[in-house]
């Protein structure tokens, strides 16, 4: 079964727990959610894998399975802070894909497919 782990207040910590080129300070497996689009927006893992998803745009967003079998509700965007520091980092979302199930879809719901084409990803579990 699928496990989620919801983390939308500080997602500073799992972006700095989090590997990737996608993300600054990044160290496991992470995708980029920037407005609109996921980066990388295809992922290949293996069965176990946990993959985090963090906001780094400046609107709200969701990653959302395009079966509906999970849902990150809303993950807020980073807030501000200027040159002094002090905000805070978006809100983040950590999927461990714990059975291997092919290519798996999934897009934000706050901004559909159907309005936005490109803001779609797609992860493919492996044995």
């Known amino acids: 079964m699928w496990r989620a782990r919801f983390a939308t207040t500080l997602g500073l910590a799992t972006a700095l727990a989090c590997k990737s080129t996608t993300s600054p300070g990044c160290s496991g497996t992470c995708v980029t959610i920037r407005d609109f689009s ?5 992922l ?3 069965v176990g894998t ?3 998803w963090i906001n780094a745009g400046p609107s709200a967003h969701t990653v959302t399975a ?3 079998q999970w849902n990150s509700g ?3 965007a980073p807030t501000g802070g200027g040159a002094y520091g002090g905000g805070t980092g978006g809100g983040t979302f950590s999927m461990v894909f714990d059975h291997a199930a092919g ?3 999934y897009h934000c ?5 159907s ?3 490109s803001f779609t990803g797609t992860i493919t579990v492996t044995p």
């Open 103 to 105: 290519p798996i879809g």
């Open 109 to 113: 719901t706050l901004h559909p497919p």
């Open 74 to 76: 809303t993950l807020a």
């Open 115 to 117: 309005s936005y084409p």
């Open 50 to 52: 946990t993959v985090t």
């Open 44 to 46: 290949t893992i293996k």
């Open 66 to 68: 395009d079966s509906g």
């Open 38 to 42: 996921f980066s990388p927006a295809s």
